[in-house]
C-alpha cells in the first residue's frame, strides 16, 4: 500500500498572504489532484496533474498555483488569501484514468484566514 | 456539463434501521460511478465503484446498482450502525476524462 502525507495540516494566514501547501504520495502515481472541501459543497477540483511538470486547471483554479516538480510531489499555493476564508484542501492520487483505477486521498489541510 | 445530485444533505438514523441515499448524475458519455465515505477528520476512502448497468455491487455491508436508465446510484444499507456515522459522496467519471464531479455530500448520523 501507499500513503499521502499532506503538509502543513492546519494553516492560519493573514488577509493578503501568499501560503503553500504541500502534498507527497509514495503509490507511484501518474496523476495528482487538488480538491478544495466547503460545508455543504462536497469536492471542488482546483487544479490536477497527469504526469511530472504538466498542470491541469479545474474548475475551481482562480487564486491558486500548483507545481508538479517531481512524480511524488504536488504543491498548491493560494496566491492571496482571503478574510474569513475557511476550507479543507485535499490532495489525491491515482494511476492514471479516473474509469479504472480510483483516486486515494491524502488527510488534508485545513485553512483559515484571519 | 456533467453533473452529480445528492438530494439529502443530512440523515439521522437509528442503529439497526434500513438506510438510501440518493444520488443521481448527468452525463452524455458513459458513467463511472462512485461511492466515497469520509469520517471525521479523515481522509475520503473509496466505498464503491461501479460503471455495469444493473449490477449490485457491495462493500463493507453497503451496496449499490448503478441503473442508466434512470441516471441513479443509490447507496443502501439494510441495518446501519454508530459506525457508519459520516460524510458520503456521490461522484462521476465520464469515459475519456480525468476529472471527478463530485456531489455536495449527504451526512449520515447513526444514533444509539
Known amino acids: 500500500g501507499g500513503i499521502i502525507t499532506q503538509t502543513p495540516k492546519f494553516l492560519i494566514g493573514q488577509e493578503g498572504q501568499k501560503l503553500t501547501l504541500k502534498c507527497q504520495q509514495n503509490?507511484?502515481?501518474?496523476?495528482m489532484y487538488w480538491y478544495r472541501q466547503d460545508s455543504g459543497k462536497g469536492l471542488r477540483l482546483i487544479y490536477y496533474?497527469?504526469?511530472?511538470?504538466?498542470?491541469q486547471k479545474g474548475d475551481l483554479s482562480e487564486g491558486y498555483d500548483a507545481s508538479r516538480e517531481k512524480k511524488s510531489s504536488f504543491s498548491l499555493t493560494v496566491t492571496s488569501a482571503q478574510k474569513n476564508e475557511m476550507a479543507v484542501f485535499l490532495c489525491?492520487?491515482?494511476?492514471?484514468?479516473?474509469?479504472?483505477?480510483?483516486?486515494?486521498f491524502g488527510p488534508g489541510t485545513r485553512l483559515l484566514v484571519l | 456539463g456533467d453533473s452529480v445530485t445528492q438530494t439529502e444533505g443530512l440523515v439521522t438514523l437509528t442503529k439497526g434501521l434500513p438506510v438510501m441515499l440518493n444520488c443521481t448524475y448527468q452525463?452524455?458519455?458513459?458513467?463511472?460511478l462512485f461511492w466515497y465515505v469520509q469520517h471525521l477528520n479523515e481522509a475520503p476512502k473509496l466505498l464503491l465503484k461501479s460503471s455495469t448497468d444493473n449490477k449490485r455491487t457491495e462493500h463493507q455491508g453497503f451496496y449499490a446498482t448503478l441503473h442508466k436508465s434512470s441516471s441513479s446510484f443509490h447507496l443502501q444499507k439494510s441495518s446501519v450502525q454508530l459506525s457508519d456515522s459520516a460524510l458520503y459522496f456521490c461522484a462521476l467519471a465520464s469515459s475519456g476524462s480525468w476529472q471527478l464531479i463530485f456531489g455536495s455530500g449527504t451526512q449520515l448520523t447513526v444514533m444509539p
Open positions: 489525491a492520487s491515482s494511476i492514471a484514468r479516473l474509469g479504472e483505477d480510483t483516486q486515494y
Open positions: 452525463t452524455t458519455y458513459s458513467p463511472f
Open positions: 503509490f507511484n502515481h501518474d496523476t
Open positions: 496533474s497527469i504526469t511530472e511538470n504538466d498542470l
